[in-house]
């Protein structure tokens, strides 16, 4: 099979949603072509497609040292990108940061992934830049602002906090975990009022954001709004895990007990 007769095929299976036979032909064109890096990349993309992560990895990892030679080094480093997303998302954070340039890589979705590894590994300052670089590319994109708000609340910059998860809420304003962070941001800054509002729209999205629950119960008891603040609290005691709310569990418990709950 040529190169253009393949290249149609590829096109026609991936138009077409056929993942597990395009794997098939990109397989068999690489073992007669190892060099054509493009191929492995989509043969990579597909794996991944159909869960295939560990595979997609391995494929790529191949597809970049067979074409190493060969490969134009726009589609090389493309291929180092999505390797080093999908090294990172499968939990292998060291190896796919160790592969990450997010000054020069493109895809919005890989630099979320790689920002993120990166406040995880203590790295925030990297995290930061690597939120904003996503942002310049795609200025709209909820989950940047989302992460690079959540990166300066952590940092203390509360009024940048503030204006980037208002921007992440707007964006997509079905994001429980955008609310309660700007919720968060907003009580930084002094504005409770704004916080609770942000909060009761977290628990209208999603009632089991237990953060957001047990922030507004504390300022609904501030304000004065007793019986609201023991509903929830009561709430929070029956349905938050203790395997992840053990200390805020037992404050919980203890307002409780100052308000005459159970």
């Known amino acids: 099979m040529g190169d253009l007769d393949a290249s149609l095929q590829f096109g026609r299976l991936l138009s077409e949603g056929k993942d597990a036979e395009l794997i098939r032909a990109c397989r068999a064109f690489v073992d007669k072509n190892p060099g ?40 090389r480093l493309a291929a180092l990108e999505r390797l080093s997303y999908l090294l990172i998302a499968s939990g292998q954070t060291q190896e796919g ?46 989950v940047a602002h989302f992460n690079l708000g959540t990166a ?29 962070s700007l919720g968060i941001a ?12 942000c909060w009761r729209r977290a628990l209208q999205i999603d009632r089991t954001q237990y953060a957001a629950l047990y922030n507004l119960a504390i300022a609904q008891g501030r304000r004065g709004e007793v019986r609201e603040a023991r ?19 037992a404050e919980a418990r203890r307002l409780l007990k100052s308000l005459g709950g159970a």
Not at 45 to 53: E, H, N
Not at 118 to 135: H, N, P, Y
């Open 36 to 75: 054509v890096l493009d191929v492995w990349r989509m043969m990579a993309d597909a794996l991944a497609r159909t869960g295939r992560r560990q595979d997609a990895i391995a494929a790529l990892k191949e597809g970049i040292r067979a074409s190493a030679a060969t490969a134009v080094p726009s589609l």
């Open 97 to 142: 940061l160790a592969l990450a340039q997010p000054d020069v890589f493109t895809d919005v979705e890989a630099l979320n992934a790689i920002g993120v590894a990166q406040g995880r590994a203590g790295r925030s300052a990297d995290a930061v830049k690597t939120f904003q670089r996503a942002l310049t590319l795609d200025p709209g994109n909820a």
């Open 152 to 180: 300066l609340l952590d940092a203390g910059d509360f009024a940048g906090a503030v204006d980037h998860l208002e921007q992440s809420v707007r964006a997509n304003p079905q994001s429980a975990a955008a609310w309660s």
């Open 186 to 197: 907003r009580i930084r800054r002094g504005d409770e009022a704004g916080a609770v509002e």
């Open 231 to 249: 509903a929830a609290l009561e709430r929070f005691v029956a349905e938050a895990p203790a395997s992840v709310y053990a200390k805020d569990l």
